[in-house]
């Protein structure tokens, strides 16, 4: 792959997670499209991001079929082709089980679970013809749970399925792999961590946006074409911590 010329689609990238992953794709040579609800915080991020290299955005809601498929369809015709395609767009509703309506359930199932299997249908073509590589944005809140997130754990799992159910699918020309991030300080400095934040994890910190982008990369590199259907934690040792009361 001449990295000069390979292109990346990114959900949910108006922020966060999202945002780091296209930086560090932009580093790396790719040419990035950027997908996020949000109109503004997306044109914000790639004025900002565009000095580093090609950077395109579209307001694409990942839970709507036609606007994936203008998603997909444009960054094709803009770049040429499609590497890689990061769903990472997420949403969560965190109520009470007897408050949580079957509208914010079905909502939460549709950008989360949904959204992936939209894009990734839409750019399998695309994709299979660079020998490319999803990956996916789960959740360490797929293998085990906070009080009131039924909705966005069993989206985060059944992403989980998906990505090894893709991998079979559609390799060997597309490899599908994921990755379930644990604490990540999204806030950019806005929500001081304290000393216990950081001590409670194994590692000796809270994660940053970071550390998921650069294993993104490492699982879009094709030297990595024996990695796939698989699910990296980024967590810092939490889910290895056993916590007694």
Not at 107 to 135: D, E, K, M, S
Request: aromatic content about 4%; charged content about 20%; proline content about 4%.
């Amino acid at each position: 792959m001449n990295k000069a010329v390979a292109a990346a689609i990114i959900t949910g990238a108006a922020r966060g997670i999202g945002r780091a992953v296209a930086e560090e794709f932009l580093r790396a040579g790719y040419q990035v499209m950027l997908a996020d609800l949000d109109e503004e915080g997306g044109h914000r991020v790639a004025a900002q991001l565009a000095e580093i290299g090609r950077v395109e955005f579209v307001a694409t809601d990942v839970s709507q079929p036609g606007e994936v498929e203008r998603l997909v369809t444009s960054t094709a015709a803009l770049f040429g082709g499609i590497d890689v395609l990061v769903n990472n767009a997420g949403i969560m509703i965190r109520k009470p089980l007897e408050e949580l309506s079957f509208e914010e359930w079905q909502r939460v199932l549709a950008v989360n679970l949904t959204g992936p299997f939209l894009c990734a249908r839409a750019a399998a073509p695309h994709l299979r013809a660079r020998c490319g590589a999803i990956i996916n944005i789960a959740s360490t809140r797929a293998l085990m749970s906070e009080l009131h997130t039924e909705a966005y754990s069993a989206s985060k799992g059944g992403l989980l399925a998906l990505t090894h159910a893709l991998a079979l699918s559609l390799g060997p020309e597309i490899r599908v792999n994921g990755i379930s991030p644990g604490w990540i300080d999204v806030s950019a400095g806005q929500e001081p961590l304290s000393a216990a934040d950081h001590a409670q994890h194994p590692a000796g910190r809270v994660g940053t946006p970071q550390d998921i982008a650069r294993a993104v990369l490492f699982l879009a590199d094709p030297a990595n074409d024996f990695i796939t259907g698989e699910n990296l934690v980024i967590d810092g040792g939490m889910t290895r911590k056993m916590i007694y009361v």
